[in-house]
């Protein structure tokens, strides 16, 4: 069964603080990645995507992957209040019918002012 | 996000009959259901694209759905169970390939 974990489950920044979250994966045919997140009661939100080894900066937001180990990492610089959120990493893969989101455990961020 | 307009915010039913709607104003493609159960991240239940169904993950065959034209999507759900309790979220991409998905608020299930 396709996996996608997160780690860790929850994280606690300072304002102004770097947020890090990682995410691997356990299958070689995900293609793309993307990191999502989701405000409470509202729905998930595209960040950013990743398909090419190394870094990927919009922002505030980098992201890295490593496509040997299945690594995906995303890095919040300068975290805000408002940056607290449930994020979630998805693989994309292919399915012949077309491509499906496999999202991730999530990690809850939370950061205090 | 009011791109995506899902109806309705709340739903509590008995063992009833129900339809969840969903319309998108972005001139996408694909349109998607997915179930965010408590603590858990959002699971593909179909996905259309230009209104024809082309992807339908292992759901219990009481969730129907429906794609009337291109931009609105249909949930339609019988004799609901316990464990259908969670979040439905419609979305949608410009196509079925590696897009970026848009998610509305969602309609929020809960079985008595």
């Known amino acids: 069964q396709q996996k996608v974990q997160q780690s860790p489950e929850s994280l606690s920044v300072p304002e102004g603080g770097m947020a890090s979250f990682n995410c691997t994966s356990s299958?070689?045919?995900?293609?793309y990645f993307w990191w999502y997140r989701q405000h409470s009661g509202e729905g998930p939100k595209a960040l950013m995507s990743i398909f090419s080894d190394g870094d990927k900066k919009e922002g505030r937001f980098t992201a890295h992957l490593n496509k040997a180990s299945l690594h995906v990492s995303l890095h919040i610089r300068d975290s805000q209040p408002s940056d607290s959120a449930l994020y979630f990493c998805?693989?994309?893969?292919?399915?012949?019918?077309?491509?499906?989101?496999?999202f991730g455990t999530g990690t809850l961020l939370s950061v205090k002012p | 996000n009011t791109k995506i307009t899902q109806s309705p915010r709340y739903l509590i039913l008995g063992r009833a009959n129900k339809s969840l709607e969903c319309e998108q104003h972005?001139?996408?493609?694909?349109m998607y259901w997915y179930k965010q159960s408590a603590e858990k991240p959002p699971e593909l239940m179909f996905l259309?694209?230009?209104?024809?169904?082309?992807r339908n993950e292992t759901v219990p065959s009481r969730f129907i759905p429906e794609c009337p034209d291109s931009s609105k999507l249909l949930l339609h759900i019988s004799a609901v169970d316990p464990e259908d309790s969670a979040v439905y979220f419609c979305?949608?991409?410009?196509?079925?390939?590696?897009?970026?998905?848009?998610f509305g608020h969602g309609t929020k299930l809960s079985v008595l």
């Open positions: 259309y694209n230009l209104k024809q169904l082309i």
């Open positions: 972005l001139g996408h493609n694909a």
């Open positions: 299958d070689r045919n995900f293609q």
């Open positions: 979305a949608s991409s410009r196509d079925r390939a590696n897009e970026r998905l848009f």
């Open positions: 998805a693989a994309s893969v292919y399915g012949g019918s077309g491509n499906k989101l496999i």
